[in-house]
């Protein structure tokens, strides 16, 4: 019972890690851009940022995307190396 619970708390602190890097992406890409983007459409794997949305809304990011990439390593420490769209 006890490697259940130990098993439970460390995919709760998996998924909390998830949501506030993807609460960061929404709020870093929201003040350079001023695109409100859904959680849903973030997804952060092998410190590459993969966004699906419109052609306006990645017009809009690549415009930005320098900037944006720089606030997220330099300012909120995350390991994003680049932006992709699906």
Do not use: C, W, Y
């Not at 490697?3 to 929404?26: G, M």
């Not at 993969?50 to 690549?62: D, H, V, W, Y």
């Amino acid at each position: 019972m006890k490697n259940i619970q130990s098993l439970l708390e460390r995919i709760s602190k998996s998924l909390n890690k998830d949501s506030f890097q993807r609460s960061i992406v929404i709020e870093v890409v929201a003040k350079k851009t001023g695109v409100t983007l859904s959680p849903a459409n973030i997804s952060i794997k092998n410190h590459i940022l993969q966004l699906t949305g419109s052609p306006a809304l990645k017009n809009e990011i690549r415009l930005n995307e320098e900037e944006i990439l720089k606030e997220l390593r330099n300012l909120h420490q995350l390991p994003v190396s680049k932006i992709l769209f699906n």
